[in-house]
């Protein structure tokens, strides 16, 4: 894929994650949508189309979520807008319905923009809301999300033995990048000690996961614009898809290994086949970490370690910062926060930060190439993207 002949990234605006004042994805919405624009230095007449990411699903009574833009930003009214849900991966499902329909020639400009409002509602109906992304038939028994990765985590552990020193080093990786993210809703170090021992403040939450295992609910919202090569070769920036890939697993946990996370490997895979670079080709990794189990199936699945050597990525310093190939220099969903809708739309924005250089205490010294994992569910909606800066 020549980047220069697809749909590129000309600007961004992304708001703090955490525990916000706005009251629903409306308002969210609305700190971003216009500030992406004057960022790509375009106006609402230049869109031609808006793409939301909202997973809602219980969050709030309100839906019809791509509706709720032009509410904040009343210039947005006649703009054709569709919105997307793909669980975790919504706000990915929506970026990627931008490219496809500036790519496609359908229009010349698109507004992505991804949101969630998640801490309105109790912890026990947050936990409900999100297992939704499960198969409930056969999962609801585990009782919440955590509750399925903590049988993910406790499956490894039985085959290739206890690895809890290893998934505290990841968060403590993750937490010790994120105190340079200016928008991360955990700007602290908390250790490696901190995070590998069970306390009052880092309570076991499911299985063998902790507190400090687990990813945060989140309040937030990201916006990007996508413009055609004919707009992006008037923007200030322009950050262009050398390849993406989206690929899906199966549902129920039953029908697969759910250590193999196959649809994260074929949508990576593809992805850097698409891309013609390997994965150590790579600057750097945005990658899903919901929970630090996740993150290192993740390095199995990208090729990084054979199944169940994850823990030489670890063991080697490989995915830090000053590694051969950093992985969430952002802090991830760990330090970052995990608002459902908002999730995928951020982690291209923050690679693109990279390539762009604009990225502020989080820039890495040389980022030409960077890669983006997003997945919904248990890797069942898998997407992968590899980036590079055009101009």
Known sequence: MN?????????WSH??????AEPDTTSLMGLVSADALAHA?????D??????GVYNNGFSRQDFQAALVAIADDRLG????TRLENACATGSAAVFAALDFVAAGRGRTALVVGAEKMTSVPGEQVGDILLSASYRAEEERYGSFAGIFGFIAETYFERYGDQRDVLARIAAKNHRNGVANPWAQIRKDLGFEFCNEVSARNPMVAGPLRRTDCSLVSDGAVALV????EVSANARRAIGFRGRSHANDVLPLSRRDPLEFAGARQAFGVALADAAV???ELDLIESHDCFTIAELLQYEAFGLAEPGKGRRVVDEGLAERDGVLPINVSGGLKAKGHPIGATGVSMHALAAMQLAGEAGELQLPAA????VFNMGGAAVANYASVLERVA
């Open 3 to 11: 980047p220069n002949e697809h749909p590129h990234i000309i600007g």
């Open 15 to 20: 708001a703090a994650f955490g525990k916000r």
């Open 41 to 45: 230095e375009l106006a609402a007449e």
């Open 47 to 52: 869109l031609d189309a808006i793409f939301v």
């Open 78 to 81: 006649r703009i054709p807008a």
């Open 226 to 229: 996508i413009g055609n090569p």
């Open 278 to 280: 390997g994965v150590t």
């Open 368 to 371: 030409e190439l960077a890669a």
